[in-house]
């Protein structure tokens, strides 16, 4: 049996993220900022619809902040899976082995 940890958001970290305040931010620890990791690598790697110079630095803070992450590797490349292309392959896949009975 797997017994699950209650992971939470201190508190900081969360005005810190409702505040787009990269300063306060960066003064977390690796630890507070974990819950959060896939929220701003997300954040991090989108393409904004504002890109003023504003945003632009906002999304260069925040890859700043979780770039020394070791973590952080895994999670891009969980983002960068194409998920429609692997379910076209997935139903292509079963349909041959549909197909093989």
Same mark, same amino acid.
């Given at each position: 049996m797997v017994v699950s940890e209650s992971v939470s958001v201190d508190c900081k970290v969360f005005r810190a993220i409702?505040?787009?305040n990269m300063q306060e931010l960066a003064k977390? +620890? /690796?630890? /507070?900022i974990r819950p959060v990791l896939p929220c701003l690598v997300r954040m991090g790697l989108i393409s904004p619809l504002d890109t003023s110079r504003k945003c +632009?630095?906002? =999304?260069?803070? *925040?890859l700043t902040i979780v770039s020394g992450m070791e973590l952080v590797?895994? *999670?891009v490349a969980l983002l960068s899976i194409?998920?429609? =292309?692997l379910e076209i392959d997935v139903k292509k896949e079963q349909q041959l082995r549909q197909k093989g009975k």
């Open positions: 409702q505040h787009v977390c +620890t /690796e630890q /507070e +632009t630095n906002m =999304k260069v803070n *925040i590797n895994s *999670i194409d998920f429609h =292309k």
